[in-house]
């Protein structure tokens, strides 16, 4: 009873706390509001009249004047609270919101929301808690965070259907639309804007109308239905109206790229002219630029090489004069493809260097990709084989992050196609148990009725023997009827046999493909000998795909090495590492964080943010993570330690017991920083090698087991110590099964 007590009265301290947080953060909007905010020339009757004003003047003030803007709504906030008019209130907070996501403060923003939901749930307020939804996506979807934006928008739409609110209605499809767009779901996004164009149209929303058709066309362009693409651009067009040059210019390039993809470059080239044309006319120079580049491109398709030239040398020297880097670089790219193209290697290859400097600095990950490719093939043709390798190392590196959200997709369709077939084929053997057992039925009712008519034969059979030979006839022809069922049985076993073999293999190949998917993310050996030259890995997956990786990174001043250990193995535990692996990648390359710890938090961070779709989902991985440089070594480990062996003593930093994942406690990890001795060995590893059963006794190899082996092979050489631990794990195992992957590094000092 006690213990209830005080929990009670410790969530009712965080209650207040929460609201007293909440009233602070009012008071300061509120505090010196002492002007009239309405519009001049007003005609109000009611406070909710007054409301109304006030919020339209806030609409219009906050397109060019965003403070005077906020003070509108302080004023507005104070007043509905003033008048106890709740509706006003939620309305004036949903639109702080809105201004706090417009500055970036997105959890300020989700904060104010809280308090608008709870007075539109207070007041059933409906139509408020779908615009409350529209908005949260939105700032979900500002914040990156995918997966909680998609659902914010079908509560939304949940809401504004239950309701019909056309309006919220449409509002939910389109955001759902640009979402799905945005994670690679182009089927769904297109789904999604079909859905809202019938209610658009019946709204007769010309200019919404417009952008959700060129938005629409480019969906279909993504998804390579060209034709359908140039239908819906045409359609986009017929919505825009005359003065709208920027519009229907930027509608008749995406005209042009379908066309050109198409290879119909002739009438690509006719759409980007007329594109080119309205871009001068509204003075947009990014237009005019991108227009003399697809221009060019065109030229070259039909191998124009004068004209695809001159029209890439406009672009090129009009984004020079106005100082867009990334279009020069892109201009160059395409200008030296032009020159490789016309036989001119050497000017090809000046601007070929050039862009790829530009490109690096800039960081375009897909123009450095293409640059790469296209130095190699310049380089190897001027038999400058030393460049051609290093461009080339540079494109296997860009290539492995170009990709590495791509397999996480990839293998997700994969098991996806996995329990696909075990289903069918688990239907199919259902349907053909179910028409084995009709036919044994039939056979059944034939044998009963052959047995009566023999009976009745029988007894007129002494005074009728030519009928008496009929039934031997009829009999004998029973007789066959019966083995051509029972042959036919026999095929058809044979037949769902070869079925089920064929499914089989299959799902085999669709797993070995996920193998080979999967280990392109593993570390590409010379890296390995490069960043850590007297290291080992002895990496052995449980099955063809591992929940287990290992994974290598270099910056300025350090090398970063990991093993980690993801929840399951097999296929469901890889696709969980590759979404552990991307994490790790972007903490590092897309945060630049160094140390192991930091790199740990905002690793877990997005892993919880990947798998929150499901409350339920709790995958995630355990890890040890280290970063060397010289002498100094840093640690931070989720459930798993680091070892290292120090003149024959075995040295254990031990890991936060938490994992990189949902759970119960978010506390930050820690980071130890190790001074390393010459010769020190340093491990880490997986559970693997020491949970596997085997021996005499068929029990667990345990980790103090494990700890005595690698001091007793710590001052071997480090390939002579993963050839002893390899010997070991097979000697242990022996006929037992392998339980759970096993990696383990080794690293000499």
């Known amino acids: ?181 945005l994670v690679g779901n182009y089927d769904k996004a297109i789904d999604f804007y079909n859905l809202a164009i019938p209610r658009l149209e019946v709204r007769k929303d010309s200019n919404t109308l417009a952008i959700v058709h060129s938005n629409l066309s480019t969906f279909y362009q993504l998804v390579g ?111 030296a493809k032009a020159y490789l193209d016309n036989g001119l290697i050497t000017e090809a290859t000046i601007l070929a260097e050039e862009s790829s400097r530009i490109a690096d600095s800039l960081k375009i990950t897909e123009l450095m990709f293409n640059n790469y490719s296209l130095l190699a093939n310049l380089y190897e043709r001027i038999n400058d084989y030393e460049l051609c390798n290093d461009v080339l190392k540079k494109h296997i590196e860009i290539n492995q992050e170009v990709q590495d959200e791509y397999y996480h997709h990839e293998l997700s369709v994969m098991e996806a196609k996995y329990k696909v077939n075990i289903k069918e084929q688990h239907i199919k053997m259902l349907r053909q148990d179910s028409l084995h057992k009709q036919q044994l039925v039939l056979n059944q009712n034939k044998e009963l009725k052959w047995k009566k008519s023999e009976a009745n034969y029988l007894i007129i059979g002494g005074l009728l023997l030519f009928l008496g030979l009929l039934l031997i006839a009829y009999f004998l022809l029973q007789y066959k009827k019966v083995n051509k069922y029972i042959i036919a049985q026999k095929d058809r076993v044979e037949l769902q046999n070869k079925i089920i073999e064929t499914k089989n293999r299959d799902i085999t190949d669709s797993i070995k493909y996920a193998e080979r998917i999967q280990k392109t993310i593993l570390p590409a050996k010379y890296k390995l000998r490069e960043y850590l030259p007297n290291s080992f890995v002895f990496y052995r997956p449980k099955d063809f795909v591992a929940g287990d990786f290992y994974w290598l990174e270099k910056n300025e001043s350090s090398v970063l090495f990991a093993v980690a250990d993801c929840t399951g ?83 254990s930093y031990k890991p936060d017991k938490q994992p990189v994942g949902k759970y119960e406690l978010n506390n930050p990890f820690t980071n130890h920083e190790i001074e390393l001795q010459k010769n020190d060995m340093i491990y880490i590893f997986s559970d693997g090698f020491a949970d596997q059963f085997g021996g005499e006794k068929g029990k667990k190899y345990m980790a103090g087991k494990f700890k005595k082996f690698l001091i007793s092979i710590y001052k071997l050489s480090p390939q002579k110590q993963k050839e002893a631990l390899e010997k070991e794990f097979k000697k242990w195992k022996g006929n037992e099964e392998q339980i759970d992957d096993v990696c383990i590094i080794g690293l000499r000092r």
Not at 73 to 93: A, D, M, P, V
Request: with cysteine; hydrophobic share 40%; glycine share 6%.
């Open 569 to 651: 193995h097999g296929v469901p535990g890889a696709i969980v590492s590759v979404v552990c692996h991307n994490a790790l990648n972007r903490s590092v390359r897309q945060y630049g964080l160094t140390a192991p710890n930091q790199i740990l938090d905002m690793t877990k961070s997005i892993v919880v943010d990947e798998f929150s779709k499901n409350e339920d989902v709790r995958d995630g991985m355990d890890i040890a993570l280290c970063s060397i440089s010289g002498n100094n070594l840093h640690f931070s480990g989720a459930n798993n330690p680091l070892w290292i062996v120090r003149k024959g003593t075995l040295i």
């Open 225 to 335: 239905d060209y034709d359908m693409a140039i239908y819906v651009c045409k359609k986009s067009l017929s919505y825009l109206k005359e003065t709208n040059n920027l519009g229907k210019a930027t509608t008749y390039v995406n005209l042009g790229r379908n066309y050109s993809e198409l290879f119909k470059h002739e009438k690509a080239i006719e759409y980007y002219k007329t594109a080119l044309k309205l871009s001068m006319e509204s003075g947009n120079i990014r237009n005019m630029i991108t227009c003399y580049n697809n221009i060019g491109t065109a030229y070259v398709g039909m191998n124009q090489f004068d004209k695809g030239i001159e029209n890439l040398q406009k672009g090129l020297d009009m984004a020079i004069e106005h100082e867009m880097s990334s279009d020069v670089a892109q201009l160059k790219f395409f200008l």
């Open 1 to 181: 009873m006690p213990t209830v007590f005080f929990k009670k009265i410790f969530l009712l301290i965080i209650d207040i706390k929460r609201w007293l947080t909440f009233a602070m953060l009012l008071s300061l909007c509120i505090s010196g509001v002492s002007q009239n905010y309405l519009p001049k020339n007003y005609d109000c009757n009611s406070d909710s009249c007054v409301v109304n004003k006030i919020l339209d003047n806030y609409r219009s003030l906050a397109q060019y004047n965003p403070d005077s803007a906020i003070q509108t709504l302080k004023y507005c906030l104070s007043f509905s609270r003033k008048n106890e008019n709740i509706i006003g209130e939620i309305n004036s907070l949903r639109l702080f919101a809105d201004a706090y996501s417009l500055l970036s403060k997105y959890d300020t923003a989700l904060f104010v929301l809280e308090e608008a939901t709870r007075l539109a749930l207070k007041a059933n307020d409906l139509k408020g808690m779908a615009m409350i939804y529209n908005l949260r996506g939105n700032i979900f979807l500002d914040k990156g965070s995918f997966n909680s934006s998609i659902r914010c928008y079908q509560k939304a739409l949940e809401i504004s259907d239950k309701i019909k609110y056309e309006d919220g209605i449409v509002k939910a499809y389109a955001n759902l639309g640009v979402t799905n767009y």
